[in-house]
C-alpha cells in the first residue's frame, strides 16, 4: 500500500492564483481530512470527510473549498490565494475507529503565496 | 474536547530513558489519551493509545493514572532519529466524524549524541 498521497510537494503561487492539492489513500478509509500547519504550531483541520458525497467544515474553512467524489480522493481547492494561507497542507485518512484513534497522515504539500 | 499542556521542548543524550507529561484536568469519561510523533518536514504518525493504567506497544509506553488527569509518554533508551515533536490529544471514545483530532504546539524532542 501507498497509503496516502499528496501532490505536489512544492508550489508557489502569487496572490489571486487558484490550485488544487490532490490527495489520495489507497486503504479504503472512509475519513479524510485536509490539515494546515503554519510554521512552529500544532495542525489545524480545514475540512474533513465521512464518505464519498459528504464534506463538512474544520476550524479553519474559509479560502478552500473541497469535494469527495470518489472514497480514495479529497482534493483541496484553493480560490484566489492569499499570503495568509502559506503554509504546509496535510491530508489523512482513517477508518473512523475509535481504538485506536489513527489518523494516516500524507508527506504533505509545502505551499508559498507571494 | 479537553485541553491538553505538555512542555514546550526537553533535551536527553542517547540511550537515555524520556517521559513526557502532559495534562489534561478537564478530560472526560469517554476520552482516550493519544500521542503522535512528528519529523521535521513529514506528516505526523500515531504512537500509542490509552484509556487508563499502562499501555506498551514496540515503541513506546503510555502512563495513565486513576484520576486520568495526566499521562506520561515514556520513550525507552532514545537515538538521535527520536528528535521530533511529540503531541499529546484526547479523542472521544466512539469514533467517526465528529472524533477529531486537535493539536497543540506539541513537545520538541532534541536528543543529543
Known amino acids: ?114 | 474536547l479537553a485541553k491538553t499542556t505538555q512542555p514546550i521542548s526537553m533535551d536527553s543524550y542517547e540511550g537515555q530513558e524520556v517521559n513526557i507529561t502532559c495534562s489534561h484536568n478537564n478530560i472526560a469519561t469517554n476520552d482516550y489519551i493519544t500521542w503522535y510523533q512528528q519529523f521535521p518536514s513529514q506528516g505526523p504518525r500515531f504512537i500509542i493509545q490509552g484509556y487508563k493504567t499502562k499501555v506498551t506497544n514496540e515503541v513506546a509506553s503510555l502512563f495513565i493514572p486513576a484520576d486520568r488527569k495526566s499521562s506520561t509518554l515514556s520513550l525507552p533508551r532514545v537515538s538521535l532519529s527520536d528528535t521530533a515533536v511529540y503531541y499529546c490529544l484526547v479523542v472521544l471514545n466512539y469514533g467517526g466524524a465528529t472524533n477529531k483530532l486537535i493539536f497543540g504546539t506539541g513537545t520538541l524532542l532534541a536528543v543529543q549524541p
Open chain 1, 1 to 114: 500500500n501507498a497509503g496516502v498521497t499528496q501532490t505536489p510537494k512544492f508550489r508557489i503561487l502569487k496572490i489571486g492564483q487558484s490550485m488544487t492539492l490532490q490527495c489520495t489513500q489507497d486503504m479504503n478509509h472512509n475519513y479524510m481530512y485536509w490539515y494546515r500547519q503554519d510554521p512552529g504550531m500544532g495542525l489545524k483541520l480545514i475540512y474533513y470527510s465521512v464518505g464519498a458525497g459528504i464534506t463538512d467544515k474544520g476550524e479553519v474553512p474559509n479560502g478552500y473549498n473541497v469535494s469527495r467524489s470518489t472514497t480514495e480522493d479529497f482534493p483541496l481547492r484553493l480560490e484566489l490565494a492569499a499570503p495568509s494561507q502559506t503554509s504546509v497542507y496535510f491530508c489523512a485518512s482513517s477508518t473512523g475507529l475509535a481504538d485506536p484513534y489513527e489518523q494516516y497522515f500524507g508527506p504533505g504539500t509545502r505551499l508559498t503565496v507571494t
